[in-house]
């Protein structure tokens, strides 16, 4: 199956790791991501007031781009699907809104493209059996705690693909690849966002939150399908032990990077080396 | 010639408000027959009613329309007044010029005004061919049917049945006592519930007018009012019946055929399922329970003997937290009406665990505490001041199950903190909801229901009791959310609208509804699958459609479908259809 | 058929003609029994009949009442007493002997055609009970504006009174005050004015009692911190009612009693002596949190660019559509509520202060009104204890009729023969008293079906 | 200080421009809290969700023009995803910023941050709070 495929500007950059392994890890099970021919920044953050032509400028842009190229585009970047889904979301139910902002953009775009997230098509359109199929090495005995973050549950009635209270997707992907998601309280609360630019000692209290639940389950390492997230969730340990004596760090690892691993592929270009937390050392002891 | 009389109503101001009283009164003169055209302040008042009687007697009128409000308010009223006057009430017409004149054209005074007017002149035109008619009358099956075996529905029973009537009590489930059956103790008197409850059970059980029917359904309603005919299936009967039931082997359903006068409904409520409110992980985490099942553990005969312990390891809980308003007052995302009784109940189950368990902490999150009942507001204070309880004004938006307990996540919009809760046992007041069954015995009995799924009552105010089909009554939490005392008393009123009909010695019905004429129906029968109200049939050997006047509503609907214009309605003919018409033109 | 074989009467008496009462009445006489039905007031209705429209679905009150009053006039089987009191009862269930005393009215009504005209001339301008007392600015001819009431020395209660039959308020009647005046006699066609009318007294025989004896509001001169009845721009909730009513005293337009003028910011107070175990009746009186809102609403709709306020403790709508009525009042008519209890009101120049809370936010407020509506505690009509007296039927500490069994009886009393409906047992709305009154009649019905049905079976 | 409350307090200019830029009905707010009974950021704010919008409420809007409340917001959108009455605050949070953006320039002064951090944060923070901190 062929996909027209926006990575973002996240996965373009710092999260060039994640974004290799999604690439490797959909091919290996017959999703074939075929990258937009032309796209730009989808605007990092769908915009609230009323008055957002300008904002919305961007991302309507992006889905001209891919209707150009297809009838569906996904992301692997949840704050691009949450933009992207969003907008054009907007764009089908406003019709007076559409034709301003068609003129601004100068396109005809009703809002054909159909916008899903790549956990989305890979349960639904690949299925998590044939994943498991696919399994080379299984994640045996990894006890993992499925982080979802905000983007690809809310609004529900906008962007969710799954229960917005207790998501299990990336669960069951993980049950398929062979790991043992833990069942913990926390797995859609919000880890700070774009406040780690503002307020990074909040975002590690919003962390530590979400990190400690997941460690009381008995979680020995975290997924999330979320650059920023894996960045938050990440980064925010380093200084975690100063403020909650006795933090244990926990590595957090892109799901398409574990995908990758179990279905045994080269997982050299996943860029472990911008993880903070050191993934090796637990790797290594799973054998992987 | 007829000779009519018009009478103009003010309403107060609104319809003179609005219309211009004078100018309708100077242009409904001028039409055909009229003999005199009066308006006055409130034509339904007393001195109103003497004009119009006054005028009937003075200009010897025979027949009169009165300018008022929608029929449905009044037709009835001045009908009476023209009857006592001596007028047949059927050449007695309203034309409706508040609804559909003054109230909708509030700004177009102009406007409003012709077509109080136009309105006027169609209803001269259809009065000139008015008939004089008589009621008809019907026979009256004195025994009422009562659905539902909970304390509406037995009180009901017991009413009746205390007059003298028979009553047959239909209840789904293998015992009498309904919800109220499943409740540890009332509000205001710790008294089990159970005890107050058997003493009622007793005395319908053995009540020598109540035929009560366990494990049983209402299959089938036909009929109409004072003349119902009602089945009933009866499941694995309990010993045998008399008569009916011999001769049946246990097990199979048994069927029963009841000739019924009035049917009382008082088939209570159900529970929001908690499995719904994902945020409360109601159904994911066992310490995470409902309303009932708190009950449950308090019930002395229930299943903990009536030790409070929680589901998941049976310790005792130290901290417990009710969560209020768990799909009520929710219109975006639940249910969105206060189910009225949870902040009694969770008052009562605070109060009771802290009797029990005295150095537990017993919380409860709420948005507006709801104690507006005899002496409720005055529980809830002994909850907080007598028994600690403490009141957390702010809804609760999580719960989880971590680290072997149960975590609330709430606020206190009071001092505008967060707050967290660790509980053993986490109970979530969820909404009262209509019984899941109850549209299907609603389109069985063709009564109305909400959006929500409770009966609709004939008037919110005025007609509490009574549905919109005749012979129908409403008692309980089927119509509504409400207490005990609420629900006894309004089984005893919906038995007085039983008693009262049942104190006729016949039915009477209204003689504006369809006839058939003979000499020209053809006995094509399309009439019959036209009529919603089963009313037709064709003559067996006649060959020719007719109508039960019990049942026919004078809808019309037969008389659109038929060929030849045999199907009519009285007093309703095409011929003053058609005069209506070119009087407006 | 007073008497019936076994001695037993199957006559009922109703205390109390309000909604509840009228309700039982109808029920019961439509059923082939006979009814006394006893008010003090001169015509049925009770306080429904102040109302102007009702929540949650703004019927007019006249409206939805006029059938009901109309019907209890004319039922050949009630015998209607209004104007009139109980004065003793004794005996027991099936043989009660009632004495009742019906105050003169100055007025014979079996003369009078009710054409109004002893109204028109009456020259005293008088608070009335009816209209909460309201006095409202009049300018004078000499350009000065003086406060007067709103009813005259000779009245009936509405246009649509039932009776329809004046009485002569004697501490207003000039003539019966300062000996001069009889401009009422004068006028009238018919002759019925008679100065000298004495009270009646009528023996009855009933075999069973309903009381529907109602309510009535906690008085504002008791709320010395409201301004204790003082403030003419401070009123109570049925003082407003009169005032937002087509049939009031302003005939429905939206004016303050102080000046006349168009008020623009309105405030709602809730819990006026309810929930004040301290100061007032510990008790909540159930039904202001619906009818403020609804009060608030109606103004609105008459005051489009005015700002209504609520101040309240814990919004109490748990009723069928009250919630979603409350909400509207939010969302559509834009009324404030504000969470926290009133402490003072205060007159300054000629606005009146309201000092508040907004416990949301943890600040002290104030408003500058125009206008501010009370709503005062419910408390048990007068004469309730009287009865309750003779009757040997228990009243709580508040006065409100004491039920068999708060859950199980809520409508019988421990007295045999004696039953309860509607606002006298506490507060309560219009659905659920009209519920008692027909629930009250079913009970009634049960026990005299026993001692043989009616003699007199309904014919319809 | 008492505050004053009037007809024109409540509906001022401040009151407008929120309801214009978010779209939301204020008045819908029922105060039951749930927002900030949920708010993952409520812990660091210096006034709840639920308050932010009890201030608009009484048209104390230039009393939230220096909290600290509206610049927390990550706009998970969790109390829009539970408000009972469909109330989006993350959309009334977005306009008082930018009500404050508007009269005070940016929220945050991207001069002084230190190219590394913008080195290693990932794009979507940066351009995200560019896009919520600056106008």
Known sequence: ?288 | MKRIGIFVCHCGTNIAGTIDIARVIEEIQKFPEVVCALDYKYMCSDPGQQLIRDHIRDDKLDALIVAACSPAMHETTFRKTAATAGVNPYQTEIANIREQSSWVHQKQREAATNKAIETIRTIVAKVHYNQSLVPFYLPLVKRALVIGGGIAGMQAALDIADAGYPVVLVEQSSGLGGRMGQLSGIYLNFEAAPDLLSQTIEAVTHHPNIQVLTNAEVTQVGGYVGNFTVHVEQRTPEPPEPASATGVVPGNPVSYSFDIGAIVVATGYDLYRKERLGEYGGGRYPDVIDGLQFEAMLRRDGPTGGLIRRPSDGRIPKEVVWVQCAGSRDPELHMPYCSKVCCMYVAKQAMLYKRQVPEGQATVFYIDIRSQGKGYEEFVQRAMTEHDVLYVRGKASKVFQEDGRVKVWGVDTLTGLPVEVEADLVVLATATVARSDAQELGQRLRISMDEHGFFNEAHPKLRPVESLTAGVFLAGAAQFPKDIPETVAQASAAASKVLSLFSQRQMVQEPTIAYVDPEICSGCGLCIPACPYEARTMHEWRHIAVVNAALCQGCGACTVVCPNKACQVRNLTPVQILAMMEAYL | ?460 | MRVRLSGQSVHNELVRRVEEYSGQDLMACYQCGKCAAGCPVAFAMDMLPSQVIRFVQLGLVDRLLDSKTIWLCAACQTCYTRCPKGVDLSRIMEALREIVMFEKGSYINYDAISPRDVMEWPQQAFIGGFRKYAV
Not at chain 1, 229 to 247: S, T
Not at chain 3, 12 to 37: E, P, T
């Open chain 3, 1 to 460: 058929m007073a008497d019936a074989e076994n001695g037993y009467s199957k006559q009922v008496l109703i205390v109390g003609a309000g909604i509840a009462g009228m309700q039982a009445a109808l029920d019961i006489a439509n059923s082939g029994y006979q009814v006394v039905l006893v008010e003090q007031w001169p015509s049925i209705g009770g306080h429904m009949h102040q109302l102007s429209e009702t929540f949650p679905t703004l019927d007019c009150a006249q409206c939805i009442l006029t059938p009901r009053t109309v019907d209890v006039g004319r039922h050949e089987r009630i015998a209607l007493y209004t104007y009139s009191e109980i004065e003793e009862i004794s005996g027991t269930v099936g043989d009660f002997r009632v004495r009742i005393r019906r105050k003169p009215a100055y007025v014979n009504w079996d003369l009078c055609t009710a054409c109004g005209a002893c109204t028109e001339a009456c020259p005293q301008a008088i608070p009335v009970a009816f209209d909460r007392e309201l006095e409202l600015a009049k300018v004078m001819a000499s350009g000065k504006v003086r406060l007067v009431g709103t009813g005259k020395a000779i009245y009936t209660l509405s246009p649509q009174a039932v009776p329809k039959k004046p009485v002569i308020d004697v501490r207003y009647c000039t003539y019966f005050q300062k000996g001069k005046c009889r401009l009422c006699e004068k006028v009238c066609p018919v002759g019925a004015i008679d100065y000298e009318q004495q009270p009646k007294w009528i023996e009855e025989r009933v075999g069973a009692i309903i009381l529907a004896t109602g309510y009535e509001l906690y008085p504002l001169e008791k709320l010395g911190e409201y301004g204790a009845g003082q403030i003419p721009d401070v009123i109570d909730a049925l003082a407003m009612e009169r005032l937002l009513s087509a049939s009031g005293p302003t005939a429905g337009v939206m004016r303050r009693p102080s000046d006349g003028k168009e008020p623009k910011e309105v405030v709602w107070i809730q819990c006026a002596g309810s929930r004040d175990p301290e100061q007032g009746m510990p008790y909540c009186s159930k039904i202001c949190c619906m009818y403020s809102a609804k009060q608030a609403m109606l103004y609105k709709h008459k005051v489009h660019d005015g700002q209504a306020y609520i101040f309240y403790i814990d919004i109490r709508s748990a009723g069928k559509r009250y919630e979603e009525f409350i909400q509207r009042a939010m969302e559509e008519d834009r009324v404030l509520f504000v969470r926290g209890k009133v402490s003072k009101v205060f007159r300054e120049g000629d606005k009146v202060m309201v000092w508040g809370v907004d416990t949301l936010t943890g600040l002290p407020v104030e408003v500058a009104a125009d206008l501010v509506v009370i709503s005062p505690a419910m408390i048990p009509s007068e004469g309730t204890r009287k009865l309750a007296t003779m009757l040997g039927v228990e009243v709580d500490e508040f006065g409100w009729w004491t039920e068999r069994d708060g859950n199980l009886a809520p409508l019988e009393t421990k007295q045999p023969g004696v039953f309860l409906a509607g606002a006298g047992i506490g507060p309560k709305d219009i659905p659920e008293a009209v519920s008692q009154g027909s629930g009250a009649a079913g009970k009634v019905l049960s026990l005299l079906s026993r001692w043989g049905g009616p003699s007199d079976p309904a014919s319809e």
């Open chain 1, 1 to 288: 199956m062929k996909v027209s495929y926006f990575p973002g500007c996240t996965l373009n950059t710092t999260g060039k790791g994640f974004d290799n392994a999604v690439r490797a890890a959909t091919a290996a099970v017959g999703l074939e991501l075929i990258e937009l021919a032309e796209w730009n920044c989808c605007g990092a953050t769908y915009p609230l007031i009323v008055d957002n032509m300008l904002e919305l400028a961007a991302p309507a842009h992006v889905l001209v781009a891919a209707r150009n190229q297809g009838s569906t585009v996904t992301t692997a970047c949840t704050t691009c699907y949450n933009v992207l889904k969003r907008t054009n979301k907007f764009i089908r139910e406003h019709p007076d809104e559409r034709e301003r902002l068609n003129a601004f953009i100068e396109a005809e775009y009703q809002g054909e493209v159909e916008v899903k997230d790549i956990l989305h098509l890979l349960r639904d359109e690949v299925g998590f059996a044939a994943v498991q199929e696919k399994v080379q090495r299984p994640l045996k005995d990894l006890k993992v705690a499925c982080y979802y973050g905000c983007m690809v549950l809310r609004p529900p009635a906008e962007v969710a693909y799954d229960d917005p209270d207790h998501p299990r997707s990336l669960d069951d992907l993980m049950t398929a690849l062979g790991a043992m998601p833990v069942d913990y309280p926390h797995k859609n609360e919000c880890c700070g966002a774009y406040l780690t630019v503002s307020a990074p000692e909040v975002t590690r209290e919003m962390v530590y939150t979400i990190l400690k639940s997941a460690q009381l389950a008995g979680a020995q390492a975290v997924v999330t399908n979320c650059p920023l997230c894996q960045f938050n969730l990440d980064k925010r340990q380093a200084e975690m032990a100063q403020f909650h004596a006795g933090f244990q760090s926990l590595p957090v690892f892109y799901f398409s990077q574990l995908m990758g691993l179990a279905l045994g592929l080269d997982a050299s270009e996943y860029g472990w080396e911008r993880h903070y937390i050191d993934v090796r050392p637990l790797l290594n002891s799973l054998g992987l």
